[in-house]
């Protein structure tokens, strides 16, 4: 394996987690220092957007560009919010994060917080990740006794308090602002759009929402500057590391620190130990269970924003799930749509009643009881559903749905006129 500079996972050991002292001790809250005794809010915002950082949690939205949109000149209350509801399946690397190293993810914030000029933050977490939360109570605890969180950080006049919020557990929370209604108490349903978060967020004021590992990546970003970062991803336009979580068919299924760029070819070769059980690769989903399928034809293909957008899918959260040549691929879209369609908020037509369409077609072609009229429903419902829902949850199910009808129509068509499905 290659050599990858460990940013996020640096202070990573299996089974153990790295709380103040150990964090400390590989220059944790150096940047926070650096910042408020050298730089201004401005500057950090400069840096942040000509580190070329986006957004790690799917959407890769520019980080500093989305910051540059928030209102840090408004009075307070303002907030800033870490979104670390993770319900995707085949992405689990901020739970690694945070099993591994919170301290990180709490210097982020404040970091960002100084940068936006807020003064009060949440970390709006999933219910399953239970030690996780554990891990970031006793860090809060932490960084507060040590003055790196609270009233005049560090003596520096900047005051930001931090709180942390369990789930009660929905995929729909993952929507910025579903996840805002979760924290007021409400249903969680996405909100219209305008207003922004950045104009009217929680509790009606100006906020911001950004992912676990964004957050986690801008101390390192301040140590380091926007050049070094930038230079740490294979491809020029890319920027950055990023934490693979792999799934799958694979002889060896973790969450790796690689990066950003790197091909297909080596994540599933060399990270991932090849595809189990000798057999050959088939497809993968690159960023998560929303994104369209990879084939074998993709395996050059460097990993990134707009790379993968340039085949038709996603980077997403970079949950590499391979599935190998004895694969249905109908029962692999079933079964996402599956999981899409229970966890809709219901709040729109097209998802609460256009995804248990699609699983009803798809249910059919795999038992061998569809008709080719059934194949031109299921393309009728990509045409419809995909950017027509109330929020992202319908078009990005719609992701593998894309995928199945594009790479493997043929394989659609086989269960149709076979009668049962071939695998």
């Known amino acids: 394996m290659s050599s990858t500079p460990q940013l996020l996972f640096k202070n990573r050991i299996p089974g153990k987690t790295a709380f103040l002292k ?13 910042a408020l005794k050298t730089m201004s809010p401005a500057e950090i915002v400069q840096l942040v957007k000509s580190s ?10 520019s980080t500093g560009l989305k910051w540059s949109f928030f209102p840090s000149d408004k009075p307070a209350p303002k907030y800033l919010v870490c979104n670390c509801d993770e319900m995707e399946p085949g992405t689990y690397k901020d739970g690694e994060l945070l099993a591994a190293d919170p301290h990180q993810l709490v210097e982020g914030m404040v970091l960002s917080a100084y940068a936006l000029n807020v003064d009060e933050g949440y970390i709006f977490i999933r219910y399953a990740y239970e030690g996780q939360f554990k891990n970031l109570q006793k860090a809060v605890a932490e960084a507060k006794k040590a003055g790196y969180l609270g009233k005049n950080i560090l003596g520096s006049g900047f ?3 931090l709180h942390l919020h369990g789930s009660a557990g929905r995929y729909i929370l993952g929507e910025e602002t579903a996840l805002l209604n979760g924290l007021e108490g409400k249903r969680p349903n996405p909100r219209i759009k305008p207003p922004f978060p950045a104009e009217r967020g929680l509790f009606g004021r100006p906020t911001t929402v950004n992912n676990v590992e964004t957050l986690a990546n801008i101390p390192h970003i301040i140590n380091g500057g926007s050049e070094w970062f930038k230079g740490l991803a294979r491809n020029p336009e890319g920027a950055g590391t990023k934490l693979f979580g792999l799934s799958g068919h694979l002889n060896v299924t973790e969450c790796f620190e ?7 070819s080596e994540i599933v070769e060399v990270y991932g130990g090849g595809v189990w ?18 084939t074998a034809e993709h395996m050059d293909i460097p990993l990134d924003f707009d790379t993968l ?3 038709g899918s996603r980077f997403g959260t970079a949950g590499v799930t391979v599935f190998d040549d004895k694969t249905c691929m109908v029962a692999v ?3 996402l749509l599956q999981f899409f369609a229970r966890e809709s908020c219901g709040w729109c037509t097209p998802c609460r009643d256009g995804l248990p369409l699609v699983c009803w077609l798809l249910e059919k072609i795999e038992k061998g009881q569809g008709t080719m009229g059934d194949l031109e429903m299921l393309k009728e419902q990509y045409r419809h559903i995909g950017g027509r829902s109330f929020c992202a949850l319908a078009e990005g199910a719609m992701g593998p749905l894309d995928g199945l009808m594009r790479l493997f129509e043929q394989e659609v068509i086989d269960h149709i006129e076979k009668g049962h499905c071939p695998f």
């Open 22 to 34: 150990e964090y400390c001790k590989t220059g944790g809250y150096s940047a926070l220092v650096k």
């Open 52 to 61: 070329g950082l986006r957004g790690r949690g799917g959407a890769g939205f």
């Open 159 to 161: 005051d930001f308090e």
């Open 258 to 264: 690689l990066p950003v760029g790197i091909p297909l």
């Open 277 to 294: 059980k000798s057999r050959k690769f088939k497809a993968c989903l690159p960023g998560g269970a929303s994104t369209p399928y990879l």
């Open 309 to 311: 957008a340039a085949v």
């Open 333 to 335: 879209t079933l079964n």
